[in-house]
């Protein structure tokens, strides 16, 4: 089955610094691509996603990166603010339905 | 729009015992899944309910079972309660059409703790 590979586990950044987390993927089939984000104790909320037949999407402070020769996929957070203090989740879609998770990165920002 | 609510939030059961979750999904929605998340890990794909029939399911023993109602609401029941049981189960309903899933919408979930 599908496995994804997430890193960080933790990142703590300055606030107004960018935040990065890189994902990776065995299954080529896999075709979508989210990011949830998970505040402590509430549930994950979608954030961005992206399909394969894209390379990149943006999304205000938000964007998402897509190699699917290398299976990588990337989250960029620019001028990171306290409240983007979450764990964030990675996730593929291989077939039509499960969707497979990382195992998270804890960001922490720091005003 | 009301969102995904799930019952109970919390649950405390002994090993050896049956529990039943309960998920409403959001308006609009015809499709449930249903995942496990253990302390510190990512949500780990249980099943979902498309039509009333499950649909696709992830490397769960058969005592997790389900059940999807004409309304969309959902049910997951675990049999035989195992320690490792212990775990935020989430609730994820999202507009599928011919099986296939798109955006999830997640519920709270419900803590179950196995004694």
């Known amino acids: 089955g599908e496995n994804v590979e997430q890193h960080p586990s933790t990142l703590s950044v300055q606030e107004g610094d960018s935040a990065v987390i890189k994902c990776t993927y065995s299954?080529?089939?896999?075709?979508?691509f989210p990011w949830y984000k998970q505040e402590l104790g509430k549930r994950p909320q979608l954030i961005i996603d992206i399909r394969s037949n894209v390379g990149e999407k943006k999304d205000q402070r938000i964007a998402v990166t897509l190699n699917k020769t290398a299976k990588h996929f990337s989250l960029h957070i620019t001028e990171t603010q306290p409240e983007d203090s979450a764990v964030y989740f990675c996730?593929?879609?291989?077939?039509?339905?499960?969707?497979?998770f990382g195992k998270g990165t804890k960001l922490s920002v720091i005003p | 729009e009301t969102g995904v609510t799930q019952s109970p939030t919390h649950l405390i059961k002994t090993r050896g015992q049956q529990v039943t979750l309960r998920c409403s999904s959001q308006?609009?929605?015809?499709?449930v899944s249903w995942y496990q998340q253990a302390l510190g890990q990512g949500p780990q794909f249980i099943f979902q309910?498309?039509?009333?029939?499950?649909?696709g399911r992830g490397n769960f023993p058969p005592r997790f079972s389900g059940l999807q109602f004409p309304n969309y609401s959902s049910e997951l029941n675990v049999n035989a309660l195992e320690l490792d049981d212990s775990a935020l189960y989430l609730c994820?309903?999202?507009?599928?059409?011919?099986?296939?899933?798109?955006?999830?919408?997640f519920g709270s979930g419900t803590q179950l703790s196995v004694l």
């Open positions: 308006s609009g929605h015809n499709t």
């Open positions: 994820a309903s999202s507009l599928a059409g011919g099986g296939t899933n798109e955006k999830l919408f």
């Open positions: 996730v593929s879609r291989a077939g039509s339905y499960q969707l497979t």
């Open positions: 309910y498309y039509r009333e029939e499950e649909n």
């Open positions: 299954d080529s089939a896999s075709n979508y």
